[in-house]
C-alpha cells in the first residue's frame, strides 16, 4: 500500500490500521520476553531429565531424549556421595534464608521507625549512613569480612554468613522503608499516642500494618539475596555438614566427572522454595517497591 | 500487582510533601529509652560488620607498594578493563531496557499480566542455578544455544566462553536475564505511582504516546533512574558471581573482574593483602556513585 493510499484511508480505517500494529509488535515482543525468561529454565530441565550421567549425550539435543525424574529421585534419596548430605544443607539454605529475611525485616523497621517517626535523628540520617555499606560492596569487602568473623569467632559458623546477608540487604531495606513510611500520615501515630499507646504498641499496631507491602518486599529481596549469594557461604563455611546448597553445587565444578544431571535436579530443587515465598508475596511487591523517586 | 498505588489514591502530586510534625518538640525519658533500644540493633551490626570490616580492608590495602605491584600485574588491567565494561554496559542497558519495559507492562491486556507473572521467574530463581545453567547452555558444542542454531540454521555456534570478549557478554547477558525483572519492577512500581490525570490531561491536549513519555514519564521516574542506575552499578561492581559461575574467567583468566581477582589472590594464590589492594582500587569509582546515591535520596521535590 503506499503512502498515498494510505492517507487517502477514512482516519477510522487509519485508526484501526494503527492499533493493530501495535497489538501485533506487543505481541511479538511478548513472545521474545517470554522465551528469553524461559530458556534458562528449560535448559536446566533438559539436562535435569537426561537419566546418564555423561555429558556429552545431549549433543545437538533439544529436547529430552529419554525423559527420566531418576536424577531428581537420586537427590531426594541422596543417592550419590556428593548428596550425602543434601537434606541437611537443604536445612541449613532454610535456616540462613528465613533467617536473614526476618531478621533483615526485623532491624531495618525498628531502626526505620525510630529514626523515621520517632524522629530520634533526622529522618535521612539512617538511610545515608547505611548506604555507606555500598562503599565497599559484598564480594569487594569479602576478605577483611572473613578476618573479622575469625577475631569473633565464627568460624564455621552458618550465623556468620546470616550477618553478611543481613549487612548487605539492610541498606536497600532501610531506603525501601523510609521512602515508604512518608505516605503514612504521622497523624495516625499522634492519635495512638493521646490515645495512651507505647512506642512498642505504635510500632506493632500501627507501623507494622500499614508498611506490610514496604516489609513483604524487603523481606523477599533478602531472602533471594540469601539464597542466590554464594562467595560468603562458600568462603564462611568450610564442613560439609554446614554447607549450603549453594556452595554443594558448586562443588560439582570441582570434580572432573560430575554427574551434571545430579547437579541440574539439585539446581533446581534447591530454586522451588525462593519462587514458591515470591510468588506467594508478589501481589504486595509492585506497591511495596516504590522508592518513592516520583514524588520526589 | 496491585493496581491501586497507595500513592496514586493518597494525594495529588501538586501538594508539597508535608514534613512530619515531631512526636514532641524533643524525645525524652521512656520515649528516648525506646528510640534508642530501637536503633541499637542495627548500630551493634553496623559496627560489628560494615564499619570494623570496612575499617580492616582500608588497612590491610594501606600501603602504596601493593598498587605499584597491581599495576604491574597484567591480570590487573584486563580485570579492571572487565569491570569498567561490565558495570558501564550492563548497568545503562538493564536500566534502559528496564525503562521501556515497565511500560509494555502497564498496558491492560489480560496476557501483559500474566506475562509480567513470567517474567518475575529470573529474580525469584537464586543466582548459582541460574548461572550455572547459562554457563550449561553456552558451553561449547553441546550447549542449548548452539544445540538450537545447529537444528533451526543447520550452522554450528560460536564456542561462547572462548573468547574473551564472547565470554565477557555471556556473562552481562547473564547478569541482565537475573536482574532486568527487579529493575523492570521498581520502574514499574514507580510508573504506577504517576497520577493518571497527568496522562488523561495530556491526551485531552493531544499529546502523542512519544510525547506523553517525553514530557510526563521522563522528568517524573528521572530521579528514580538515577538512583536506580547508581544502585545497580554498585552491585555489579560488588558481584562474584556472574563471572565465576558463567564463564569462570575463561579463557585463560580473561575475563575476571575486580571481584573475582580480588578472591583468586587471596584465597588461590595466597595474597590477602593484595585482594584486599584490588578491591580497594574500585573505591574511586564507587565513592562518588555512593555520593551520587546518597544526594539523589535527598532531592525530593519534582519540578513540574
Redesign the interface.
Known amino acids: 500500500m503506499s503512502t498515498a493510499a494510505l492517507s487517502g484511508l477514512p482516519a477510522r480505517r487509519r485508526r484501526r490500521l494503527r492499533r493493530v500494529s501495535i497489538e501485533a509488535a ?1 505481541v511479538a ?2 513472545a521474545i ?2 522465551i ?9 530441565l ?2 535435569a531429565l537426561d537419566p546418564d550421567e555423561g ?2 549425550e ?5 529436547l529430552p531424549p529419554e525423559p527420566s525424574l531418576k536424577s531428581f529421585w537420586g537427590v531426594l534419596s541422596q543417592d550419590y556421595w556428593y548428596l550425602e548430605n543434601f537434606w541437611l544443607q537443604f536445612a541449613n539454605s532454610f535456616y540462613v534464608g528465613l533467617l536473614t529475611m526476618v531478621l533483615t525485616v ?3 523497621s ?2 526505620s ?3 523515621g ?4 535523628v533526622r ?2 540520617l539512617l ?19 572473613m ?2 568473623v575469625l577475631r ?1 569467632g565464627l568460624t564455621d559458623n552458618l550465623w556468620a554468613v546470616i ?2 546477608e ?2 548487605f540487604a ?1 541498606p ?1 531495606a532501610v ?1 525501601v522503608l523510609q521512602q515508604y513510611a ?2 503514612i500520615p ?1 497523624e495516625f ?2 492519635a495512638a ?1 493521646i490515645d495512651g499507646a ?3 504498641q505504635v ?1 506493632r499496631h500501627i507501623y507494622l500494618p500499614l508498611m506490610a ?1 514496604a516489609l513483604a518486599a524487603v523481606g523477599t529481596f533478602a531472602l ?1 539475596l540469601a ?5 560468603y557461604q562458600y ?1 564462611l563455611l568450610s564442613s560439609a555438614r554446614n554447607w549450603t546448597v ?1 556452595v554443594a ?2 562443588q560439582f ?1 570441582d570434580a572432573d566427572e560430575a554427574p ?1 544431571n545430579y ?2 535436579a539439585l ?2 530443587i ?2 522451588l522454595p ?2 514458591a515465598i ?2 506467594a508475596l ?15 | ?2 493496581s491501586t ?3 496514586v489514591a ?2 495529588p ?1 501538586a501538594l508539597k ?1 508535608r514534613r ?4 514532641h518538640s524533643h ?1 525524652h525519658g ?3 529509652a ?3 533500644a ?2 541499637v ?3 551493634m ?2 559496627v ?3 564499619l ?3 575499617a ?2 582500608l588497612w ?1 590495602g594501606s600501603s602504596p607498594a601493593l598498587y605499584v605491584e597491581l599495576l604491574g600485574d597484567p591480570h590487573y588491567a584486563e580485570a579492571a578493563l572487565n569491570t569498567a565494561l561490565f558495570a558501564g554496559f550492563a548497568t545503562n542497558i538493564m536500566m534502559f531496557a528496564a525503562l521501556l ?1 515497565s511500560g ?1 507492562f502497564t ?1 491492560r ?1 489480560w ?2 499480566k500474566a ?1 509480567l ?14 548461572y ?3 554457563h ?2 553456552l558451553i561449547g ?2 550447549g ?1 544455544i ?3 542454531i ?2 533451526l540454521f543447520g550452522i554450528d555456534g560460536p564456542s561462547w566462553l572462548n573468547d574473551r570478549w564472547s565470554a565477557l557478554a555471556s556473562d552481562m547477558a547473564a547478569y541482565v ?1 537475573k536482574w532486568l ?1 527487579f529493575w523492570t ?2 520502574l ?3 510508573r ?3 497520577p493518571q490525570d497527568l496522562y488523561e490531561a495530556a491526551d485531552i491536549d493531544g499529546a502523542s504516546g512519544y510525547r506523553r513519555f517525553v514530557h510526563i514519564t521522563v522528568p ?2 528521572a ?3 538515577l ?2 542506575t547508581a ?1 545497580c552499578a ?2 555489579i ?5 556472574a563471572a ?2 558463567v564463564s ?1 574467567g575463561a579463557p585463560a583468566l580473561s575475563t575476571e573482574v ?3 581477582l ?2 583468586h589472590y ?2 588461590d594464590f595466597g595474597q ?1 593483602a593484595r ?2 589492594a584490588a ?2 582500587s ?2 574511586p569509582i ?2 562518588p ?2 555520593m551520587i ?2 544526594r539523589r ?6 519540578q513540574l
Open positions: 506487543s515482543l511478548g520476553l517470554l528469553w525468561s524461559v530458556l534458562p529454565v528449560y535448559n536446566m533438559l539436562i555429558e556429552t545431549f549433543a545437538y539435543l533439544i526485623l532491624i531495618a525498628l531502626a521507625f525510630a529514626v517517626r520517632m524522629r530520634l529522618a535521612r538511610t545515608k549512613i547505611a548506604l555507606l555499606t555500598y562503599i565497599l560492596p559484598a564480594s569487594l569487602l569479602a576478605i577483611p569480612f578476618r573479622v569473633y550477618a553478611a543481613i549487612m539492610i536497600f531506603l512518608t505516605i504521622i501515630d499522634e499516642r507505647s512506642p512498642l510500632y507491602p533471594l539464597w542466590g549469594e554464594y562467595l568462603l549453594a553445587i558448586e565444578f551434571w547437579m541440574m539446581a533446581i534447591y530454586s525462593p519462587i515470591f510468588y508478589r501481589r504486595y511487591m509492585a506497591a511495596g517497591l516504590t522508592m518513592g523517586g516520583v514524588k520526589g | 500487582m496491585s498505588h497507595p500513592l493518597a494525594r502530586i510533601p512530619p510534625a515531631r512526636w524525645l521512656s520515649e528516648l525506646w528510640a534508642i530501637f536503633v540493633p542495627y548500630a551490626m553496623f560489628a560488620f560494615a570494623y570490616p570496612i580492616y580492608g590491610m519495559l509494555f498496558r491486556r496476557w501483559i506475562l507473572v513470567v517474567w518475575m521467574l529470573p529474580w525469584a530463581l537464586p543466582a548459582i542455578p541460574a550455572v545453567s547459562f550449561w547452555m558444542d553441546y542449548l548452539d544445540s538450537l545447529s537444528t536475564w525483572p519492577l521498581i514499574y512500581a514507580g504506577m505511582a504517576i517524573l521516574l530521579n528514580l533512574y538512583i536506580c544502585l554498585i552491585w561492581i560488588g558481584d562474584f558471581t565465576e559461575l569462570g575486580l571481584a573475582t580480588s578472591v587471596a584465597f590477602p585482594g584486599v578491591a580497594l574500585a573505591l564507587l565513592i556513585l555512593v546515591l546518597i535520596i535527598e532531592t525530593r521535590e519534582v
